[in-house]
């Protein structure tokens, strides 16, 4: 007889919007405890969740599932690369880009089913400065809206829409020398962005043709562009069309080298960061083992836009 699986849920609390009280019931009624043993850990500082996901690893838990967001996911996942140790996800997080992209429901109770049904697949993941990201990362506007919504103290999808609006009034777009693959061009950009997964979160599409699993970064590279341009931006981004803008360039590469005047703000994995003038970014093919449904093949299913209101009007993001 086949022994069950152990599987570890490391529960953010701070992560997203809303209380995580009623997680660990609803973890007991819809775990399969025919697959499943499991045990419940909280994270209780920053960098908790990556101490606690190498211990797993190291007493031979067979998956370990991040409980919150994007950057929930990259800590546990940064202990999990290259171990015999699975990623699964519970998304909780203001964006869930990378549980989105693999389908994930955001509905608790369902996302619990999804791990009862998944089994591990090999994706890659990419590497900004050495640092893992699972995602996505960036330079450009995006950065700084990252940076302002992660210190404005509320989260959620109205505050980064409101953080986005304000930010815009200022920014100007700064002129960047990217390689990729030893290609060399120089670009004045609006966002530079590298995605792992199609997607920042909360279903807008910045890398319409992104994989998880073909050893690849896809990269997009918009143009700064007029205020008479963004309802037609905007609805590009949610519809996962924004590589048909004029604005936009899409480039797929394994190492991407990006030169700026000064160091500024970064982020990878909506989490914010400053870095030097130059940025080194690649992909690691095959790093991580990560719960997906059988026959998935590393691309996202874009959530069509009145999916998207409806799940706004009701509640469900």
């Not at 996302?111 to 960036?138: H, M, Q, R, T, W």
Request: glycine share 10%; aromatic share 10%.
């Amino acid at each position: 007889m086949k022994s069950k699986k152990s599987i570890l849920f490391l529960i953010n609390p701070k992560s997203g919007v809303g209380s995580k009280n009623r997680l660990p019931g609803i973890i007991e009624k819809y775990i399969d405890t025919g697959k499943y043993s499991y045990t419940i850990a909280y994270t209780q500082y920053a960098g908790h969740a990556c101490e606690l996901a190498a211990d797993a690893v190291k007493e031979g838990v067979d998956v370990v599932v991040a409980v919150g967001g994007d950057g929930t996911i990259n800590e546990v996942a940064r202990s999990l690369v290259h171990t015999n140790t699975a990623l699964g996800v519970v998304p909780c997080g203001s964006g869930n880009g990378f549980a989105r992209h693999l389908g994930i429901p955001i509905n608790l109770k369902k996302a619990i089913e999804f791990i009862n049904s998944a089994e591990p697949v090999v994706i890659d993941y990419g590497k900004l400065n050495g640092n893992p990201f699972f995602c996505a990362c960036g330079v450009g506007f995006d950065a700084l809206v990252s940076n302002d919504f992660a210190n404005g103290g509320r989260r959620g999808m109205l505050s980064y829409v409101q953080k986005t609006l304000v930010d815009w009034v200022t920014y100007k777009p700064e002129v960047y020398e990217v390689e990729l693959d030893s290609v060399k061009n120089v670009y004045k950009a609006f966002v530079i962005a590298c995605g792992n997964a199609s997607q920042y979160g909360n279903n807008a599409y910045i890398a319409p043709f992104a994989s998880m699993r073909d050893g690849m970064l896809s990269v997009s590279v918009l143009a700064p562009f007029t205020s008479l341009d963004v309802p037609k931006i905007v609805t590009q981004l949610f519809n996962n069309t924004l590589d048909r803008n004029s604005h936009m360039r899409t480039f797929a590469a394994r190492r991407i080298k990006i030169k700026r005047k000064a160091a500024g703000p970064v982020h990878y994995d909506g989490e914010p960061s400053v870095m030097d003038a130059e940025l080194n970014i690649e992909i690691v093919p095959d790093g991580l083992r990560v719960l997906a449904l059988p026959g998935w093949d590393g691309t996202c299913s874009p959530v069509p836009i009145y999916r998207q209101f409806y799940d706004i009007v009701a509640g469900a993001v």
